[in-house]
């Protein structure tokens, strides 16, 4: 029906405008919060989501048919979700009232401060080390994974 790249389009370019628009919300006069606010905050994760489904597609699909997953790929799938749910914590940790600016001198609103910024920027990392791991866990040229070492070997 769709191809495989009309799929991937549809995913990354909603998850590119969200995450240029929470970054240049002043810009287009969509700024309400003093910082980085949580509207912000929430389109930059939805966008992350978005770019992360997207970018999983897209390797699903380069990697042969036939192929078994291996525990590399599983280990890469986990560890970028995991990822995402660190951004999510660290984006929202205002909101589940765990952050650091719950509430700021007369000022009602929750905003993204500068250490879940890095939490952000910690999660973006542990996403990207998954799709690396879950990329390269079955290349083409390669009948096993790189973990065959793991398998039940039986001493001679």
Not at 14 to 32: E, K, N, Q, T
């Amino acid at each position: 029906m769709f191809s495989t790249r009309t799929i991937t389009l549809l995913l990354a370019i909603p998850g590119i405008i969200l995450i240029a628009i929470a970054f240049f919300a002043g810009v287009i006069g969509l700024d309400f919060t003093n910082g980085f606010g949580i509207l912000q905050a929430a389109e930059l994760l939805l966008g992350m989501t978005l770019l992360t489904a997207a970018a999983f597609f897209y390797l699903y699909n380069l990697r042969p048919h036939d192929a078994p997953h291996s525990l590399q790929a599983g280990i890469g799938q986990r560890l970028a979700l995991t990822g995402l749910i660190f951004a999510y914590i660290s984006g929202f940790a205002d909101l589940l009232r765990i952050g650091t600016h719950i509430e700021v001198g007369g000022f009602d609103r929750p905003f993204i401060g500068p250490l879940q910024m890095v939490g952000l920027l910690g999660g973006i990392v542990i996403i990207l080390i998954g799709l690396y791991l879950y990329h390269s866990s079955r290349g083409n040229h390669r009948a096993a994974s790189r973990f065959d070492f793991l398998r039940d070997q039986t001493p001679e």
